[in-house]
């Protein structure tokens, strides 16, 4: 596993997998978080090894979406860029060229 910050990476031959590593706040997306994920959505669809792409998160869940607490105390102008980026992710994930799968848990 490569660590990029709150992103883990892991490679296996034709697979790639994204691991979302904010486990004590649910996964909620930071700026940093959303850029680097768009990064590698991007390249990875750019791969032709590439067959599929696995994203999860680590800990109880998947991902709490943005982390508004970090959004409120930053710039109007990181917000901008924030939701620029996260919308962005959203339709790259729509409309994305290779297989992907998301890894849920469930809580019983």
Request: some cysteine.
């Amino acid at each position: 596993m490569a660590p990029t910050s709150q992103v883990l990476t892991k490679h296996s031959s034709n697979v790639r997998t994204i691991i979302l590593s904010r486990p004590q706040q649910l996964n909620a997306l930071t700026l940093e978080m959303a850029s680097q994920l768009l990064e590698l959505l991007i390249a990875y669809e750019r791969v032709p090894s590439v067959k599929l792409v696995i994203l999860k998160g680590e800990g109880r869940a998947f991902c709490a979406g943005g982390d508004v607490a970090a959004l409120a105390n930053g710039s109007w102008k990181q917000g901008a860029v924030f939701f620029s980026r996260a919308y962005t992710i959203d339709y790259l994930v729509a409309t994305y060229a290779k297989t992907q799968v998301a890894a849920l848990k469930t809580m019983v």
